[in-house]
């Protein structure tokens, strides 16, 4: 791209470095011959060496001696083409850093230097009011799914499981301890099937399983075979599993019910009787989302009763577990303002893609601007220095507030065409949804500590935590193994007596104080305030730089290195405010750079 297109300060450096090229200088009105001219004043005739005059942006043109005669011009060629070379050489670099001070601007100085609105700033503060506000009606409408699928979750509950009293035991299960109760638990899920939808209050309906059958499906896991005689310590199984199935279909528990209750797969032998599931599969509709003005959702409701008896501790408990999944309504017919609201609301999530695209690609315009012009200060320092740019200082160029934008705004633009096709029912996938709006609204927020960041008080912060965060990471992972080391120790000697430990043992009751003080002495008042201190030392050293100055690198050096004395004045910043632009007369506020 070149930067000199629509650029008035390099059009006029331009035309300066043609009036350097004419070595007669201009006749005035009077008839005497001037040297060449430099916003309108003469450079004045020096004595036989080069030498320059300012020009604007920091450069000098040359003004060549006055000698009477071509043959004295001649002789003296060499030495103008080399005054030229340097002349342009010493162009180039002002060129270069004037490029560098105004990459390196805040958006309001940008403005200052070229009179025109930072339309990246405008977009970010727009894109977050946008993208909040969608982040939190998609929350709304979401929080809508999960309500319906708990309470579905807990209604199945109370529907297929005998005697639940609403409260789970560890492990969200309720136990049993005698056959009979076995029995009877297992034999009340199937009635509740079979009776459903005299039963529920919700709007639920069968549903086909995995093979395609509407009904039940039981499973028992029991070992091969096996004896077992307790009273005479007398032990003969087989430890390979077996698993039979059957299935009950809805015909089937219409007949007699003690027809398949006698028969012989409910005859438990429950010594080797490891786990009893039965499963089967429910649609719903979730129509409370119509007076939230939104298509309603169809589920699948994959519902599993578990029977465990591994333990064979005589405590068999029971789980139960609901997996919902949204699918695509085959057919909904729904009049009212639903269809008006849902198109609203696509037109929003449309223009939040557009800005989000705005945003992508003057960001991404940036970092292209920012990786050519590292690459000339990558040339000028060798050809010029003879020695490569250190890694810090091209780091310098690729600004990490861009690239976290970027990210956002891809994640953004994602996550909303999923949320229209949600909206339009024509996916389901809410999780996936929720993840990419919710982490681009993180980045989003996060990115407004950019714009705090120019002011001196709130930059503390961020310097603070870049300096800090090498230290705190090496630190954490030496302490890390400290506190693995304690978690492993602890997991294997007092996890048995995780509940209450009690001094049944006084050798565990010993060693239990031991830990616990051991820990609290090393990671609350060591190492805990280790960590305080590095963070503290940090803030430290950033106060200090920013009342004394911060250390210069060598680019930093390079910015400050202005040939106008008279046109640039060392700012309150050491870095960002040494800007030839921002200290310029009010005539030349017209000249600007691209960036």
Known sequence: MDLTADNPLKRNRSATALSARNPRGSQGADGSTRGPQVNGASCGLPPPQLRGCAMPGGAETLDLPMWQGHSHLSRDG????????HLD????????REDLQFYFMNPCDKYRARNQIPWKLGLQILKIVMVTTQLIRFGLSNQLVVAF???????FKHLFLRGYSGTDEDDYSYSVYTQEDVYENIFFAINQYHHLKNLSVGTLGYAENEDNEIGLKVCKRHYKRGTMLPFNETLDIDSDIEIDCVHLALQDLSKNSQEWKN????????????????????????????????????YIFQNTITFDNKAHSGKMKIYFDCEAKIEECKDLNISGSIQKNTQYVLIFDAFVIVICLASLILCTRSIVLALRLRKRFQTFFLEKYNRHVSNSNQWEFINGWYILVIISDLMTITG????MEIKAKNLTNYDLCSILLGTSTLFVWVGVIRYLGYFQTYNVLILTMQASLPKVLRFCACAGMIYLGYTFCGWIVLGPYHDKIQQKSILVWVFSRLYL???????????????????TDSYDTIKKYQQNGFPETDLQEFLKGCSSTDKCEKGPSAFLSCICCLRRERSDDHLALVS
């Not at 786990?275 to 169809?298: A, M, Y």
Request: aromatic share 14%.
């Open 78 to 85: 060499g030495r103008q083409r080399n005054a030229m070379a």
């Open 89 to 96: 050489a010493e162009v180039k670099e002002e060129w270069l």
């Open 149 to 155: 699928k708990e309470e579905n979750t807990v209604a």
């Open 263 to 298: 028969s012989p797969f409910f005859r438990l032998e429950f010594y080797r009787l490891l786990q009893v599931e039965i499963s089967f599969h429910l649609k719903g509709i979730d129509l409370q989302t119509i007076h939230s003005r939104e298509l309603p959702d169809c």
């Open 416 to 419: 909303s065409i999923l949320k």
């Open 517 to 535: 003080y051991s820990f609290i002495s090393l990671f609350i008042y060591m190492i805990l305030s280790l960590f305080i201190a590095l963070i």
